[in-house]
Nanobody
Framework: QVQLVESGGGLVQAGGSLRLSCEVSGRTFSFYDMGWFRQAPGKERAFVGFITRGGYSLYADSVKGRFTTSKDSAKNTVYLQMNSLKPEDTAVYYC????????????????WGQGTQVTVSS
């Protein structure tokens, strides 16, 4: 079974930065397309960004220019660097993995991290 372990969430002030980590076990993460999603209270889980096994990445308009996802093959870990954080970024953030094609839709991903809370204060 593939497991994804997330870390790096916390409380930051508006304008600050956080880096989320998602370590993938089960097989080498180069097998996977990786996505980031977030879910605010009372809202559906929403796309944040993805990075494919080939290195192609894309971001939601709401985070474009502020968030960046990257890989560290040696650590089997994917990162989400979040800069210029806004209160509206407050949510539980989830990483997700798929061994098949996956981009921006929740239903494309078979494996999910446990979620990590990001809270941005104004």
């Amino acid at each position: 079974q593939v497991q994804l372990v997330e870390s790096g969430g916390g409380l930051v002030q508006a304008g600050g930065s956080l880096r989320l980590s998602c370590e993938v076990s089960g097989r080498t993460f180069s097998f996977y397309d990786m996505g980031w999603f977030r879910q605010a209270p009372g809202k559906e889980r929403a796309f944040v960004g993805f990075i494919t096994r080939g290195g192609y990445s894309l971001y939601a308009d709401s985070v474009k220019g502020r968030f960046t996802t990257s890989k560290d093959s040696a650590k089997n870990t994917v990162y989400l660097q979040m800069n210029s954080l806004k209160p509206e970024d407050t949510a539980v953030y989830y990483c997700a993995a798929s061994s098949a094609y996956a981009r921006s839709r929740v239903e494309e991903y078979a494996y999910w991290g446990q979620g990590t809370q990001v809270t941005v204060s104004s």
